[in-house]
């Protein structure tokens, strides 16, 4: 069972925050197991979990200095009950990172099952029993 989980537990991404273009910080990032990982912190850690299905949108901003360092932001706009934006900052080839973490995240989509109701919930959706009520009144 350890040997078929470790084909799983291959981490895809991994890079920290960097101060221009050096990696001088407590905060990493890493992307694995349909999962982004987000540890802060030196004397104190905070270790963040998001699952990928959960993203509904994703952003690069590439500022003139980052673009000089080599660095961008991306920006996932997410369906959570705590934190709706995550913020990779300052993070490496930050382009490739954003085509990356797209096409993972349509495979964590298409894994889960995951259509668009559930990212807006039900009340844009009339279910089967409101089209027969809808019809009733009309006759």
């Known amino acids: 069972m350890a040997e078929h989980n470790m084909g799983k537990n ?3 991404w991994k890079d920290r925050r960097h101060f221009m273009w050096f990696p001088f910080s407590f905060t990493t990032y890493e992307l694995k197991n349909d999962r982004l990982y987000e540890e802060n912190g030196f004397f104190s850690t905070s270790c963040d ?3 990928l299905y959960r993203v509904v949108d994703l952003t690069m901003r590439q500022t003139l200095a980052q673009k000089l360092y080599g660095t961008g932001t991306l920006i ?3 369906r959570v009950d705590s934190d709706s934006e995550i913020r990779l900052e300052n993070i490496k080839h930050p382009r ?8 993972m995240i349509e495979e964590a989509r298409a894994r889960h099952r995951v259509v668009g109701r559930e990212f807006y919930g039900d009340t844009c959706y009339m279910n089967d029993s409101d089209d027969m009520e809808d019809d009733d009144e009309m006759r």
């Open 76 to 78: 996932l706009k997410c």
């Open 96 to 103: 490739q990172v954003k085509e990356l973490l797209s096409d």
């Open 10 to 12: 291959k981490t895809v």
């Open 49 to 51: 979990e998001l699952l």
